[in-house]
C-alpha cells in the first residue's frame, strides 16, 4: 500500500474550513502544516500544495455577508483574498528556507493542450528548484463554463498534471465510510479501496461543512483521475495539528490504489492520441531517443503534416518504422524551418528564445 514514507512527489489538499475560521486564518495550524511540508522536502520528497481560502478570506477583508455570493463579488473577493493567502503560506513556510509560488489555473488550463503542456512546464521547474507551489483556481477570472468546481478535482489534476505519486485530500473526515457515520451507528471505516467499484461509489455522500464544496463524491471522483493517472490517493482528517506527521503515524484514512506509476500512465496517454503528423529522424536521433533522451532539431530530417504546439507527432525511424509518439513543442511550421539545426541556432532562426527540444523526453511514448 503506497505511503508518504515511500512517495517521491506529493500534492497536498487544503480546503477552506481548515485553513479560516470566521473569515481569519487558523494560524496556529497553517504553521504545523508548513512544519509538515518542511518534513517532507527535508526527507527529499517534492511538495506541492492545492489550496482553498481565498474567497473565504477576502469575504471578510471586504464585509461580505454570508451564503452564496454572486460571480462578481466572489471573484472580488477572491482577488482580495489570493494575496492574503499567498502571503500567509509565504511567511509560514519562510523561516524553514522554503520558497513558495503562487499558481493560478482554469480548467481551461487543463482542457487545452498548450496551456496544459505551459503549466506542467512551469510547475515542474518550480519543483526542481525546490520551490512549493501553491496552487488554486483562478476564481477572479473563471466563471461556471472554465471552472474545476471544487479543489477535490483540481488536486487530482494537479496530481496528474506533475505525476505525483502521491495525493491527500485533507478533510473535514477521516476517510469514506460505507454509510453515513452521523446517522448510522453500524457505518464502517473503509481503510482502503484497491478499485473504485459501484459499490464503493454508492458510499459516497455530499455532506460537508459551510465553507467546503466538495463532499465524498467529489472525493471519489479525485480518486478516480488521480488512480488513473498513477497516484496513490488519501481521505484523512485535517484538523488536527501537524494534519501529514498524522496520517505518516498512522491516523485513519482511507487509501486508494494507483492504477499504474505516473509515468506509465503519462507514456499509455500520449501513446493513445491520434497524431496530427510525422518527424523523421536519423539514425543518431534513434539512438538517442532509445537511450532515454529528447528529441532535438538536429536529429529530425523531415516535417510532415499540420499540427500546433503540444499536439501529437509521431516519430519515425530512416527505415520508415514508427519509433512512437511525443507531443511536439512547436507548430509544424517552426519545427520545419529548424529542422537539421543545433539547438542553440533556434533563436536566430525564428527570432525568440525557444525550448532545446522539439519532444521533451517526458511527452514522449518509445
Known sequence: MASLSESRR???KVGSALLVEDGRLRLSWLNSLAEDVAWLKKEGKDVALVSSGAIALGRAALGLPDGT????????????????LARA?????????????QVLVTLEDSEDRRRYLNSRATLEQLLGLGAVPIVNENDTVATDEIRFGDNDR???????????????????????????????AAARHIDFVDSITPEIEAMAGDAGTGLAKGGMKTKIFAAKTAAAGGAAMAITKGSVLNPLKSLANGALATWFAAETDPQAARKRWIAAMKP????HVD????????????????????????????????????????????????????????????????????????????????????
Do not use: C, W
Open 10 to 12: 506529493v500534492v497536498v
Open 69 to 84: 455570493l454572486p460571480l462578481e463579488k466572489s471573484q472580488a473577493a477572491a482577488a482580495v483574498g489570493q494575496i492574503r
Open 89 to 101: 503560506y509565504e511567511e509560514a513556510l519562510a523561516p524553514f528556507g522554503i520558497s513558495t509560488a
Open 154 to 184: 483540481l488536486a487530482a489534476q494537479i496530481a496528474v498534471t506533475v505525476e505525483a505519486d502521491v495525493l491527500v485530500l485533507l478533510s473535514d473526515v477521516d476517510g469514506l465510510y460505507s454509510g453515513n457515520p452521523k446517522t448510522d
Open 276 to 279: 496530427k503528423g510525422e518527424f
Open 283 to 366: 539514425a543518431g536521433a534513434v539512438s538517442a531517443l532509445f537511450g532515454g533522451k529528447s528529441l532535438l532539431p538536429a536529429g529530425v530530417i523531415g516535417v510532415s503534416g499540420t499540427f500546433g504546439r503540444g499536439e501529437p507527432v509521431v516519430i519515425v525511424g530512416p527505415d520508415g518504422s514508427r519509433l512512437g509518439v511525443g507531443l511536439t513543442r512547436y507548430t509544424s511550421g517552426d519545427a520545419d524551418r529548424i529542422k537539421g539545426e543545433r539547438s542553440d541556432r533556434i533563436e536566430a532562426i525564428l527570432g525568440y528564445p525557444a525550448r532545446a527540444a522539439l519532444v521533451h523526453r517526458d511527452d514522449m511514448a518509445i
